[in-house]
Antibody, heavy 121, light 107 residues
Framework: QVQLQESGPGLVKPSQTLSLTCSVS??????????WSWIRQHPGKGLEWLGY???????YYNPSLMSRVTISLDTSENQFSLKLTSVTAADTAVYYC?????????????WGQGTLVTVSS | DIQMTQSPSTLSASVGDRVTVTCRAS??????LAWYQQKPGKAPHLLIY???TLQSGVPLRFSGSGSGTEFTLTISGLQPDDFATYYC?????????FGQGTRVEIK
């Protein structure tokens, strides 16, 4: 059973870079059947897909955030990461990492527990 | 981007009711749609994928249907554990998008 765990600072100052890591256990991020994803949820709001990365290292991003988002893999540590630059209070959210099965019928079966990141000075 | 619009935003129902949540896509997505349930403070939980395939372990009272641009999630016989927020998600394009959510609350 795969487990995903987000980690990173819970407080980031405006204009700085938000950096989160998702540690994966129970599966290799080099598995060829999954997209490794980031999703966020503003307080009291809905889910926003941020992007994902394939085991080959090719990422896909939400077009509305593409200029600020980077998702990368660390295969040696079996982790993947999210960086969001130039953050503002509007980036305050719970950030989830997740594993998307992109087979014939894609779906997100596995989620991390989520980590709250607050942007504030 | 494909926009996903759920209705209603909030639904009040009683235990035992049959409830339906609708998700409309701004363009055709075939049957590449999933439904999730989320409870406060928890990560979403997959209910249905491929529009109508029930995820393992999900009670049979949950069902999904639709194709193209209009999809429905039905709960037949609402249980106390089902009061939660439900989201649809499309997988037609590389840029995945979610509906805004439907909160099912106790009447």
């Amino acid at each position: 059973q795969v487990q995903l765990q987000e980690s990173g600072p819970g407080l980031v100052k405006p204009s700085q870079t938000l950096s989160l890591t998702c540690s994966v256990s129970g599966d290799s991020i080099r598995s060829g059947s999954y997209y490794w994803s980031w999703i966020r949820q503003h307080p009291g709001k809905g889910l926003e897909w941020l992007g994902y990365i394939f085991y080959s290292g090719i990422p896909y991003y939400n077009p509305s955030l593409m200029s600020r988002v980077t998702i990368s893999l660390d295969t040696s540590e079996n982790q993947f990461s999210l960086k969001l630059t130039s953050v503002t209070a509007a980036d305050t959210a719970v950030y989830y990492c997740a594993r998307e099965n992109y087979g014939l019928y894609p779906r997100i079966e596995d989620w991390g527990q989520g980590t709250l990141v607050t942007v504030s000075s | 981007d494909i926009q996903m619009t759920q209705s209603p935003s909030t639904l009040s129902a009683s235990v035992g009711d049959r409830v339906t949540v609708t998700c409309r896509a701004s363009q055709r997505i075939g049957t590449l749609l999933a439904w999730y349930q989320q409870k406060p403070g928890k990560a979403p939980h997959l209910l249905i994928y491929g529009t109508s395939t029930l995820q393992s372990g999900v009670p049979l009272r949950f069902s999904g249907s639709g194709s193209g641009t209009e999809f429905t999630l039905t709960i037949s016989g609402l249980q106390p554990d089902d009061f939660a927020t439900y989201y649809c998600q499309q997988f037609q394009t590389y840029s995945r998008t979610f509906g805004q959510g439907t909160r099912v609350e106790i009447k």
